[in-house]
């Protein structure tokens, strides 16, 4: 099993910017790949970006295409999450994810994800 600590949230004006982290422990992280979901009050968790296992695919939901860039430090255990020019809709709760294989898609869904991290706010004001 591994534990996933997500970290670097916060408030942030509409256009600014915030850099996620997740680390990770006990289960050999880079292994596998990593995502990033989010859910806002009253939604569906929804995918935000996913990254294989060694970094060389990254896959994003359309809705942060070009704005969000998901890394990995394999050395370090860690995920990224560097999201830019953040819009009021961005604002929910971020989820750090392990998969259960080494790669996935950009259709990937929250069941293709064994492990969860327990969230960090994010909230952009307008």
């Known amino acids: 099993q591994v534990q996933l600590v997500e970290s670097g949230g916060g408030l942030v004006q509409a256009g600014g910017s915030l850099r996620l982290s997740c680390a990770a422990s006990?289960?050999?992280?880079?292994?596998?790949?990593m995502g990033w979901f989010r859910q806002a009050p009253g939604k569906e968790r929804e995918f935000v970006a996913a990254?294989?296992?060694?970094?060389?695919?990254?896959y994003y939901a359309d809705s942060v295409k070009g704005r969000f860039t998901i890394s990995r430090d394999n050395a370090k255990n860690t995920v990224y999450l560097q999201m830019n020019s953040l819009k009021p809709e961005d604002t929910a709760v971020y989820y750090c994810?392990?998969?259960?294989?080494?790669?996935?898609?950009?259709?990937?869904?929250?069941?293709?994800?064994?492990?969860w991290g327990q969230g960090t706010q994010v909230t952009v004001s307008s």
């Open positions: 006990g289960r050999t992280f880079s292994n596998y790949a």
């Open positions: 990254i294989s296992w060694r970094g060389r695919s990254t």
């Open positions: 994810a392990q998969h259960r294989g080494p790669a996935t898609t950009a259709q990937a869904q929250p069941t293709e994800f064994g492990s």
